[in-house]
């Protein structure tokens, strides 16, 4: 069998550029571990079956409202804070990744960006997203949770200031009131462009959406 060459198609190419353009930004990462303990049972409380992931979304989109700073974009001789939190979701479709936006996350509710979820979750079936449909996004979540991924970091998709990035569930032993428990435990990262923010600011963002889910 002889090499084959590949020709990368339209889309290949732009995501291509795109990653370099991406790369090019100064970046740290921050890595705190969950408790899903709470995540797991709100679940189960609000009446429908929100996703892990729409649950995440929700409580990234707030906590966002906390920290503009990371809710923003580079302008090379500027940093855009932008008023309305555009989620982006990274997803596999069989065109590749590709990232959707639900607009205005902020301020919808978590039935709201439910809905929003499920619409994305039918059209990555095919990948059959508009471009308007994938422009405009101020933060990104990317969650390879369904895959045996324990532990992974994002490259943040430029302009944008920073992307989250989300692990599996893993069961672990953990030490509560003295006693060795079995807990369920999913570690997040925040990568961030270090020239929109610090690490200061990235650690508090983290340490308060840990809150946020371990408290839902």
Same mark, same amino acid.
């Given at each position: 069998?002889s090499d084959?060459?590949?020709?990368?198609?339209?889309?290949?190419?732009?995501m291509?550029?795109?990653?370099?353009?991406s790369?090019?930004?100064?970046?740290f990462?921050?890595e +705190?571990?969950?408790?899903?303990k709470?995540?797991?049972e709100?679940?189960?409380?609000?009446? #429908?079956?929100?996703? #892990? +992931? +729409?649950?995440?979304?929700?409580a990234?989109?707030? +906590?966002? *409202?906390?920290?503009p700073?990371l809710?923003s974009?580079?302008?090379?001789d500027?940093?855009i804070v932008?008023?309305?939190?555009?989620?982006?979701?990274?997803?596999?479709?069989?065109?590749?990744?590709?990232v959707?936006?639900?607009?205005?996350?902020g301020e919808k509710?978590i039935?709201?960006i439910?809905?929003?979820?499920e619409?994305?979750?039918?059209?990555?079936?095919?990948g059959? #997203?508009?471009m308007?449909?994938?422009?405009?996004?101020?933060f990104t979540?990317?969650?390879l949770?369904? #895959?045996?991924?324990?532990?992974?970091?994002?490259?943040?998709?430029a302009?944008?200031a920073a992307i989250?990035?989300?692990?599996?569930?893993?069961?672990v032993?953990?030490?509560?009131?003295?006693?060795?428990?079995?807990a369920?435990?999913m570690?997040?990262? *925040?990568s961030?462009?270090h020239?929109?923010a610090?690490?200061?600011?990235?650690?508090?963002?983290?340490t308060e959406?840990?809150?946020?889910?371990?408290?839902?």
């Open positions: 069998m084959q060459n590949k020709k990368l198609t339209p889309l290949g190419k732009a291509a550029k795109q990653m370099i353009k790369w090019e930004a100064p970046q990462q921050l +705190t571990e969950i408790d899903c709470r995540i797991i709100y679940r189960e409380s609000v009446g #429908f079956k929100p996703s #892990f +992931t +729409t649950i995440l979304v929700k990234a989109a707030d +906590t966002l *409202l906390k920290f700073v809710n974009s580079w302008d090379d500027c940093i932008h008023d309305k939190v555009n989620m982006g979701i990274a997803v596999d479709t069989q065109r590749g990744l590709l959707p936006v639900i607009r205005d996350a509710s039935r709201e439910h809905e929003a979820m619409a994305i979750k039918i059209k990555s079936q095919r059959n #997203f508009t308007e449909e994938m422009k405009d996004a101020t979540v990317s969650n949770g369904k #895959f045996n991924i324990t532990s992974f970091k994002a490259i943040v998709n302009p944008e989250l990035a989300v692990s599996k569930m893993t069961d032993p953990v030490v509560r009131s003295g006693n060795i428990v079995p369920r435990i570690r997040i990262s *925040l961030v462009d020239r929109v610090d690490g200061a600011t990235g650690a508090r963002f983290l959406l840990a809150i946020a889910l371990e408290n839902l």
